[in-house]
């Protein structure tokens, strides 16, 4: 089963930041959070990952909490090509044998 | 990132069919890869593990006799769906990660399969 709970669904204006919160009150230690997005009919596409700092590369930003029980994936300036479903994510097992076990996902409407 | 391949995109077949599904790394050598099925409005589901040269490792309630998995090199994997029923349609999606990259996972465009 799915370590996170997302909320189903959320949208935000073309421009600004889209903001999409993860609880996974489960987490274990050595565990990371991964974030992947999905387009209608394709595969899903990596976003980012993290562990317990917080990250940021050309597409978002991963702020994870102290506790690591939540996290909150950011984009800055959503635009309408990012309207997808977004799944939050906890890495299960080790670096060389982990699965990653989607949950139900958020669905992000960017208006215009 | 890097690229996963399937082949074919979609696929239309009688029911009682095996249809076979093909998954590459297109620019890595793939040591694991994963197969997930997506029914419509409802998330992934993974179905199998597999090393490359070892059996797929399948999840609970996943028939390996129905679903056979192979994973002969460190480029392809193969899903073949045996006596396909219709309940069996589904957007199969494949998913493959490296020993240098083993941090990501990388997935491939999926494929459809409609059984009449």
Not at chain 1, 93 to 103: A, T
Not at chain 2, 14 to 22: D, L, P
Request: proline share 4%.
């Amino acid at each position: 089963d799915a370590k996170t709970t997302q909320p189903p669904s959320m949208d935000c204006a073309e421009g600004r930041a889209a903001n999409l919160p993860c609880n996974h009150s489960t987490i274990s230690g050595n565990e990371y959070v991964y974030w992947y997005r999905q387009i209608h009919s394709q595969g899903p596409q990596y976003i980012i990952h993290g562990l317990k700092n917080n990250e940021t590369n050309e597409m978002a930003s991963l702020i994870i909490t102290e506790d690591r029980k939540s996290s909150t994936l950011i984009l800055p300036h959503a635009t309408l090509r990012d309207t997808a479903v977004y799944y939050c994510i906890v890495r299960v097992g080790g670096d060389s044998s982990y699965k990653l076990i989607f949950g139900s996902g958020t669905r992000l409407l960017v208006r215009p | 990132g890097a690229v996963v391949s399937q082949h074919p995109s979609w696929v239309i077949c009688k029911s009682g069919t095996s249809v076979k599904i093909e998954c590459r790394s297109l620019d890595f050598q793939a040591t694991t890869m994963f197969w997930y099925r997506q029914f419509p409005k409802q998330s992934l589901m993974l179905m199998a593990t597999s090393n490359e040269g070892s059996k797929a490792t399948y999840e609970q309630g996943v028939e390996k006799d129905k679903f056979l998995i192979n994973h002969a090199s460190l480029t392809l994997s193969t899903l073949t769906v045996t006596s396909a029923h219709p309940e069996d349609s589904s957007f199969y999606i494949c998913s493959a990660r490296g020993r240098l990259f083993y941090n990501e996972q990388f997935f491939g465009p999926g494929t459809r399969l409609t059984v009449l």
